[in-house]
């Protein structure tokens, strides 16, 4: 059932460009049944806190222990940090929306936290091409792992990663910001993303639908298409090993990011890269819950907490701080 709310949250900008009244957006949510809502609050919340103390736990170790000092695990680290930051710019808002009978978001808020989502699924794509390349440099080409994953290196793909997020979310926010809306402003999401959003849109969208299609080419394809050619050269340099404890430990190695990888990239090429005549709101819903909620609360089990060197440097420091 569609919640009731007054006309002035109905209507905006219309399409001469002049701003009637606040635009705002009525956001039904996970699901539109207050039981529902009620195990959703419980479980996106325990969801949140585990990510938090997860993510946390390892920013610390890594940050603490020279041992971790290294490129897989400086990329570890910028994940880890994108995580608790992907999560905070949308759960304690969807949190807050599941106590509230109709959830209400200004325009303003809306762009607000979509320009944070983009930035940072933009730069989490970037990272998980550049974590592919190091674990390639890594396995085939080990001898000359040093000098091409210096710190300089590793520096500079960081910061591309998170300098490129922002120029990209900055541009595509623009572009959605300077559109009109003039009808029913209810979203069938749990919180602002650019679909449901240009799906309210009553205005000429080209120039938007360009930006998408190009920074989607660029961003979401191109990471992709680096991640693929890499675990296709380490598949390849695997293969020829001649002893099967070198096979399995290179695998092990990378096995972890695969799943990450496989998992991220399956979600945000349905949702992102679809046909636009697939109308599937309720399924995007789930496969947004995937990405923004399951992926940073499982990053740290998948990448760290199962890892050898980190749980000797988990018991160090405890040994540590117990002396």
Same mark, same amino acid.
């Given at each position: 059932?569609?919640?009731?709310?007054?006309?002035?949250?109905?209507?905006?900008?219309?399409?001469?460009?002049?701003?009637?009244?606040?635009?705002s957006?009525?956001?039904?949510?996970?699901?539109?049944?207050?039981?529902?809502?009620?195990?959703?609050?419980? *479980? /996106?919340? /325990?969801?949140?806190?585990?990510t938090?103390?997860?993510?946390?736990?390892?920013? /610390?170790?890594?940050?603490?222990?020279?041992?971790?000092?290294?490129?897989? %695990?400086?990329?570890?680290?910028? *994940?880890?940090?994108?995580?608790?930051?992907?999560?905070?710019?949308?759960?304690?808002?969807?949190?807050?929306?599941?106590?509230?009978?109709?959830?209400?978001?200004?325009l303003?808020? =809306?762009?607000?936290?979509?320009?944070?989502g983009?930035?940072?699924?933009?730069?989490?794509?970037?990272?998980l091409?550049?974590?592919?390349?190091d674990?390639c440099?890594?396995?085939?080409?080990?001898?000359?792992?040093?000098?091409?994953?210096?710190?300089?290196?590793c520096?500079?793909?960081?910061?591309?990663?998170?300098?490129?997020?922002?120029?990209v979310?900055?541009?595509?926010?623009s =572009?959605?910001?300077?559109?009109?809306?003039?009808?029913?402003?209810?979203?069938?999401?749990?919180?602002?993303?650019?679909?449901?959003?240009?799906?309210?849109?009553?205005?000429?969208?080209?120039?938007?639908?360009?930006?998408?299609?190009?920074?989607?080419?660029?961003?979401?394809?191109?990471? *992709?298409?680096?991640?693929?050619?890499? %675990?296709v050269?380490?598949?390849?340099?695997?293969?020829?090993?001649?002893?099967?404890?070198a096979?399995?430990?290179?695998?092990?190695?990378?096995?972890?990011?695969?799943?990450?990888?496989?998992?991220? %990239?399956?979600?945000?090429?349905f949702i %992102?890269?679809?046909?636009?005549?697939?109308?599937?709101?309720?399924?995007?819903?789930v496969?947004?819950?995937?990405?923004t909620?399951?992926?940073?609360?499982?990053?740290p089990?998948?990448?760290?907490?199962?890892?050898?060197e980190?749980?000797?440097?988990?018991?160090?420091? /405890?040994?540590?701080?117990r002396?």
């Open positions: 059932m569609i919640p009731h709310f007054p006309p002035s949250w109905s209507f905006g900008r219309g399409v001469d460009g002049q701003n009637s009244t606040e635009v957006f009525v956001l039904l949510g996970l699901s539109q049944y207050p039981r529902a809502q009620t195990a959703f609050f419980c *479980l /996106l919340l /325990l969801s949140y806190t585990i938090l103390l997860g993510n946390g736990l390892i920013l /610390l170790l890594i940050c603490s222990d020279r041992r971790l000092h290294t490129p897989m %695990y400086f990329f570890l680290s910028n *994940l880890s940090f994108l995580d608790v930051g992907y999560t905070t710019a949308s759960v304690p808002q969807v949190l807050v929306n599941c106590l509230v009978s109709v959830p209400v978001i200004s303003g808020r =809306c762009l607000a936290q979509m320009v944070v983009l930035y940072l699924g933009v730069v989490e794509c970037l990272l091409a550049a974590m592919a390349y674990r440099v890594a396995i085939v080409d080990p001898l000359r792992y040093p000098v091409r994953m210096g710190p300089q290196v520096l500079g793909l960081a910061m591309t990663s998170w300098l490129g997020g922002l120029l979310s900055v541009v595509k926010t =572009c959605i910001a300077s559109l009109s809306y003039c009808g029913p402003n209810i979203l069938n999401h749990f919180f602002c993303d650019v679909s449901p959003l240009l799906n309210l849109s009553c205005t000429h969208m080209a120039l938007t639908e360009l930006v998408d299609f190009i920074s989607a080419i660029v961003i979401l394809w191109g990471s *992709l298409l680096v991640a693929i050619a890499s %675990y050269a380490i598949g390849r340099a695997v293969f020829r090993m001649s002893s099967a404890t096979r399995h430990k290179a695998f092990s190695t990378c096995a972890s990011h695969l799943v990450v990888v496989g998992i991220f %990239y399956a979600a945000t090429l %992102y890269a679809r046909p636009s005549r697939i109308e599937a709101m309720d399924l995007n819903k496969l947004s819950v995937i990405y909620v399951v992926t940073p609360t499982c990053n089990v998948i990448y760290c907490l199962r890892n050898r980190v749980q000797a440097s988990f018991r160090r420091t /405890l040994y540590w701080s002396g």
